[in-house]
């Protein structure tokens, strides 16, 4: 019976809340609209098992005991784990509508205008002065999608792009994308499926030279090869795939973490890490520093802004290495 109220509380406020939901692509959060939608996904079901799917892990609500193990990780008290988890349940639904459906042109430019790079002027100095490729070494934070498109459009013209995606992008991403930032914005072309693409092939492409690939390095563990590095003052798994083909290629890496304060949406970059290993190092121990340099940088945006990070809900995944040619855990 209480599972029969709380289902018929859950559809009445989500009825409710499309009522009073506006654009996905405003920047400010609030309104009742959103307010409505967290409230229901607060007290939404919850899932009886482990996620089989990266969907289930990224739009459904983890099982009590995947958020106490959250909780634990976090070290923060289970209600506000909870609450953490909701508002990051309707941040990857915001994104995916901004993915997936056309808006209106003109709130879509605006979004993309408001993203702030700080580090402008410093970027385009570094390709003008440093031709060489270059792997741009991201984050599934903040919009990363349109923060991405907005470092890119900066050298449009000059400099060849690549993105290696988990899921091809829709039509409806790349319309929304050249409302947003107009000729310069990527299109089909530059995007690559990580199911479609080795790394001979990623090594041809950066080979090639005056070319950006953005790679993510935060996939969940049993998508990519991964590495034991700290995180969380544990250890945990993370992709060393950005770092090792950065090292057998002699390309530098550049880490981009997109993320939202309340107010903006900020596209940062980190110092560029050469593709040098240092002393006696071995490729796997070179490898394994610059990821942890990576990682160390994306964990301070992560601890500020835990919400805004895609796989947060998969964070159980970080600190189990998958078995070598077991089953991978969560299929995309």
């Given at each position: 019976m209480q599972y029969l109220t709380n289902a018929f509380f859950g559809r009445f406020i989500?009825?409710?809340?499309?009522?009073?939901?506006?654009?996905?692509?405003?920047?400010?959060?609030?309104?009742?609209?959103?307010?409505?939608?967290?409230?229901?996904?607060?007290?939404?079901p919850r899932l009886r098992q482990s996620f089989d799917t990266l969907a289930q892990g990224l739009y459904n609500r983890p099982s009590l005991a995947g958020e106490h193990h959250i909780s634990l990780l976090l070290r923060l008290p289970l209600h506000e784990t909870q609450i953490l988890l909701a508002k990051n349940r309707l941040h990857n639904s915001r994104f995916e509508h901004r993915r997936t459906t056309v808006d209106d042109k003109t709130i879509v430019r605006r979004y993309c205008r408001a993203f702030q790079l700080p580090q402008r002027e410093d970027y385009l100095e570094l390709v003008r002065s440093d031709g060489r490729s270059r792997i741009i070494a991201s984050f599934h934070c903040g919009d990363f999608l349109y923060g991405s498109a907005r470092l890119f459009e900066l050298d449009a013209a000059t400099r060849r792009k690549y993105v290696l995606s988990l899921n091809k992008s829709t039509p409806a991403c790349y319309a929304n994308l050249l409302?947003?930032?107009g000729p310069a914005a990527p299109g089909?072309?530059?995007?690559?499926?990580?199911s479609d693409s080795t790394s001979s092939t990623l090594s041809q492409l950066l080979r090639a030279g005056n070319t950006s690939l953005l790679l993510f390095c935060d996939l969940p563990p049993g998508l990519t090869?991964?590495?034991?590095?700290?995180?969380?003052?544990?250890y945990a798994w993370f992709?060393?795939?950005?770092?090792?083909?950065?090292?057998t290629n002699s390309?530098?890496?550049?880490?981009?973490?997109?993320?939202?304060d309340g107010k903006v949406s900020h596209v940062s970059l980190g110092r560029q890490l050469e593709p040098m290993l240092i002393g006696s190092e071995t490729l796997r121990q070179g490898a394994n520093r610059l990821t942890q340099e990576l990682v160390s940088l994306f964990?301070?945006?992560?601890?500020?802004?835990?919400?805004q990070w895609r796989f947060v809900s998969l964070l159980?995944?970080?600190?189990?290495?998958?078995?070598?040619?077991?089953?991978?855990?969560i299929h995309s």
């Open positions: 989500r009825a409710l809340a499309r009522l009073f939901q506006g654009s996905r692509f405003l920047h400010k959060q609030g309104g009742l609209g959103y307010w409505l939608n967290l409230l229901y996904e607060k007290y939404r409302a947003g930032f089909a072309e530059c995007e690559l499926l990580l090869e991964v590495t034991r590095i700290r995180f969380l003052n544990r992709s060393v795939g950005p770092a090792i083909l950065a090292l390309v530098p890496l550049l880490p981009l973490i997109n993320y939202f964990e301070a945006v992560f601890l500020k802004y835990p919400e159980p995944l970080y600190f189990s290495k998958p078995n070598r040619g077991s089953a991978e855990p």
